[in-house]
């Protein structure tokens, strides 16, 4: 791969180990957080998805600015609000004050959501895009993972009841890399076409290894006029397929229950009986499957498209999802629920995990693409903050409840991408409109 374009996906894919880690840090201080504020399960609630109402803003916002001054510029910005974040996080001595970092951490993460897919997809070749793009999940999934097992490591230090501020701040370290790297990638060659730069855009493309700049520029111009420069925009009546899409992919995600689960793992095991340590360790493994089962799909899924993984990770979700109900209702088989939640995320990495970042980023024309990439990550996050929300007082009132409510999610979710979902594989972003209209 050129050089200059396997920096892009890394420091792209960069901005996913910090969404990830910031995602997934959370489940290992919900009982410090409880102890030392003194918050009921509904104030848990309110505090761990703080963090996402932040997330829903930052999506909702972040795609003008991504369209009018580029992802790459924006994610610079983007850098210093995960820094600030930890700090704050780690140093808070109010639960006001800590609430208020993990806002700032929120906004950050879904600006990410944005901005980054859409780089990496002006930036991919359409016969790669989909595994290019998708190291901004691999990296997501490998911050979940570094989360947890720093969360285990420390918990097993005996830091005492403050202990849990120590586990923001590894986020540190990974923020101000990116923030340095984001200084030595290029503009997006699409970007720059489309906003009249192609100059720019032409030494862009011979920079990331394009063979035949001349033909790369022309085709940017059929399939977006001239570059004048002008911000179109979303609209309706031009966009209503992918629009749909979007919203489709995003919301099917969260009614999954991925993120609920990951923020409220160990409470999850101790629910069944586990000890507190224990589950952090069990964490560890789910982390880990998790990586293994997205480097798994991204190695096919340009081969066996997005369609394919989706509908074949819905009956794996299916099942593992009612096995858990069962076995948090009837209170048995708790020897069983371990690898029940690893065949869940093991089916959520191979399909939904692996797919929505690519799927979203690929459906939309590039004049619009940051704004479109917005809708569908502002629904995925308002879905997650509500879940998140509502997870811990629906969990008090039944244990098995929520997930009887995600098992039959994913059934509705087989059901719509069977009939309504397109395959995006392989195909150029500059013939995505064409393509999204076959049946």
Known sequence: MNSVLAKGIFVGGLTGLLFGFDTAVIAGATHG???????????????????????????????????????????????????????GSFAAPTLGLFIAARVLGGLAIGASTVLAPTYLAEIAPADRRGAMVGTFQLNIVLGILVAYLSN????????????????FVAAVVPAALLGAQLFTIPNSPRWLAVRGRRAEAAGVLGRIGVSDVAAELASYGRAHGTGSGALRRLSWRRHARPMLLAIGVAAFNQLSGINAILYYLDDIFRAAGFGRVSAAGQAVIIGATNLLFTLLALAVIDRFGRRSLLRVGSLGLIVSLAATAYIELSGTHQGWLLWMLVLFIASFAFSQGAVIWVYISEI?????????????ASTHWFMDALIATLFPVAAAYSK????????????????????????????????MESALERP
């Open 364 to 376: 939309f024309p590039t004049e619009v693409r940051a704004r479109g990439q917005g809708l569908g």
């Open 152 to 167: 285990y490591l420390i918990g097993l230090s005996a830091l005492g009841a403050e202990g849990w501020r120590w586990k």
């Open 400 to 431: 098995g409840l929520p997930f009887v409510f995600f098992a039959a999610a994913m059934v509705a979710q087989l059901v719509v991408v069977t009939l309504f979902f397109p395959e995006t594989r392989r195909v150029r972003l500059e013939d």
């Open 33 to 87: 957080l409880s102890v030392t504020f003194g918050l009921t399960p509904a104030a848990l609630g309110w505090t761990v998805s703080s963090a996402l109402w932040g997330t829903l803003a930052g999506a909702l916002l972040a795609g003008y600015p991504g369209d009018r001054y580029g992802a790459r510029n924006c994610l610079r910005v983007i850098a210093g609000m995960y820094l600030l974040s930890a700090l």
